[in-house]
C-alpha cells in the first residue's frame, strides 16, 4: 500500500543553521507530494507541494524536489529561524486519501 | 474567512458520555476527511465522504459515527467515550476522489476524556 517514511526527530538546530528532513514514499500510482508543517495548537497548514516528477515545490525558504527515481522528497530550508520552530509532515496522495509521515518536530534555538 | 472551521475547540468530558465535534468548509470541495492525531503527533485516517457517501472508513470502534448532512459538513459522534479516545481530531476536505491537490485542514478539537 501507499506509504511515506520521514525522518525522525527531535531536531534542534541552531538559528541561521541548515535544514534538512528526509521523505521517502511509496505509491502504487503516481502521487502528488507535499509538506505540511503544524505550529503548536494550530491545524495542519500546507507549506509546498509538488504534483509531478522534478517538481520542486517552495514556500517561505523551504524547498523540496519530486524525485522518482529515489522516491524522494526532502525538504531543505537553507537558514532557519526560530520561528521555524514546528512539527513538519510528509505527505502523498494518490487521490483517494492522503498519506503522512509520522511527523518531524523541529526547533531552533537562538 | 475560516475555510474549514470545526468547533469546539477544546472538549473535556467523563467516560461515558456520548459528545459531538463539527464540521464545516467553505471551499466548495466534494471530499472531507477525520483525522486522529495522538499524543505523538501521529495522524491516522478515520473517515472519508466524497459528496456525502461514505468513501473510506478505517478500523474505527463503531461508538465513532460519522454523519454528512451535505458535502459542505461532516460531523463526527461519539458514543460512550473511552479515557483511549483522547486525542486532537482533526476535519479536512479537499477536492476530491481523483483529485491530487492539497488537503486543507481545521484547527483541530482536542478531546479530552476524563
Known amino acids: 500500500g501507499d506509504s511515506v517514511t520521514q525522518m525522525e526527530g527531535p531536531v534542534t538546530l541552531s538559528e541561521e543553521a541548515f535544514l534538512t528532513i528526509n521523505c521517502t514514499y511509496t505509491a502504487t500510482g503516481y502521487p502528488s507530494l507535499f509538506w505540511y508543517v503544524q505550529y503548536p495548537g494550530e491545524g495542519l497548514q500546507l507549506l509546498l507541494k509538488?504534483?509531478?516528477?522534478?517538481d520542486k515545490g517552495s514556500n517561505k525558504g523551504f524547498e523540496a524536489t519530486y524525485r522518482k527515481e529515489t522516491t524522494s522528497f526532502h525538504l531543505e530550508k537553507g537558514s532557519v529561524q526560530v520561528s521555524d520552530s514546528a512539527v513538519y509532515f510528509c505527505?502523498?496522495?494518490?487521490?483517494?486519501?492522503?498519506?503522512f509521515g509520522t511527523g518531524t518536530s523541529l526547533t531552533v534555538i537562538p | 474567512d475560516t475555510a474549514v472551521s470545526q468547533t469546539p475547540k477544546y472538549l473535556v468530558t467523563q467516560m461515558g458520555n456520548d459528545k459531538s465535534i463539527k464540521c464545516e468548509q467553505n471551499?466548495?470541495?466534494?471530499?472531507m476527511y477525520w483525522y486522529k492525531q495522538d499524543s505523538k503527533k501521529f495522524l491516522k485516517i478515520m473517515f472519508s465522504?466524497?459528496?456525502?457517501?461514505?468513501?473510506i472508513n478505517e478500523t474505527v470502534p463503531n461508538r465513532f459515527s460519522p454523519k454528512s448532512p451535505d458535502k459542505a459538513h461532516l460531523n463526527l459522534h461519539i458514543n460512550s467515550l473511552e479515557l483511549g479516545d483522547s486525542a486532537v481530531y482533526f476535519c479536512?476536505?479537499?477536492?476530491?476522489?481523483?483529485?491530487?491537490?492539497?488537503?486543507?485542514f481545521g484547527q483541530g478539537t482536542r478531546l479530552t476524556v476524563v
Open positions: 471551499l466548495g470541495h466534494d471530499t
Open positions: 509538488a504534483t509531478k516528477a522534478d
Open positions: 505527505a502523498l496522495t494518490t487521490g483517494n486519501q492522503f498519506y
Open positions: 479536512a476536505s479537499s477536492t476530491g476522489t481523483g483529485g491530487r491537490t492539497e488537503a486543507f
Open positions: 465522504y466524497n459528496n456525502k457517501e461514505l468513501i
